[in-house]
């Protein structure tokens, strides 16, 4: 237990989604957090109270996942990572409950987005018949109009 709440309050939960079928459950013992100073609002307790949250949670050494999942989120996380381990940022709140709240939901839609699984490959298809034939008299069409816009010749 940690500030008087219960150790399952603080894992973070990320809830069921394209690749995750039953979620995620990442234990606080995983996640790290430090405490500064914010700046923003806040008045005269901005230089007093430590509410910038920073999280910091390293996938390579997670238990929460399984090897899949691992090779998908350090490849999908790659541009979060700092020094092997994903950094979380959260001071746009005054207390440092809700930025805590915030880094939480931030890494959550994170985890979220790296593993789910990639998009399906696009399959090239061809204009129908009836869609090119379309195509085509429009063209004459827009073709006939910009014909009859042009000046009249000697003859006529």
């Known amino acids: 237990m940690r500030e008087g709440r219960p150790a399952g309050e603080l894992d973070l939960v990320v809830p ?5 079928p039953r979620g995620l459950v990442v234990p606080a013992a995983e996640l790290e957090e430090t405490f500064s100073r914010a700046g923003g609002p806040g008045g005269q307790g901005v230089n007093t ?3 910038r949250v920073e ?3 390293d996938p390579e050494t997670s238990q929460a996942l399984t090897p899949t999942q691992r090779a998908r989120a350090t490849s999908g996380l790659a541009a979060h990572l700092v020094g092997g381990r994903v950094r979380v940022v959260a001071s746009e709140h005054r207390s440092q409950r809700r930025n805590r709240r915030a880094a939480r939901e931030r890494l959550a839609a994170l985890l979220r987005e790296a593993l789910a699984p990639p998009a399906p490959a696009r399959r090239a298809t061809r204009p129908t018949r009836g869609s090119q034939r379309r195509r085509m008299e429009a063209k004459r069409q827009r073709a006939q109009i910009k014909a009859g816009r042009a000046r009249p010749g000697p003859e006529g």
């Open 16 to 20: 069921p989604g394209p690749g995750l």
């Open 49 to 51: 109270t430590d509410s």
């Open 55 to 57: 999280l910091w949670w």
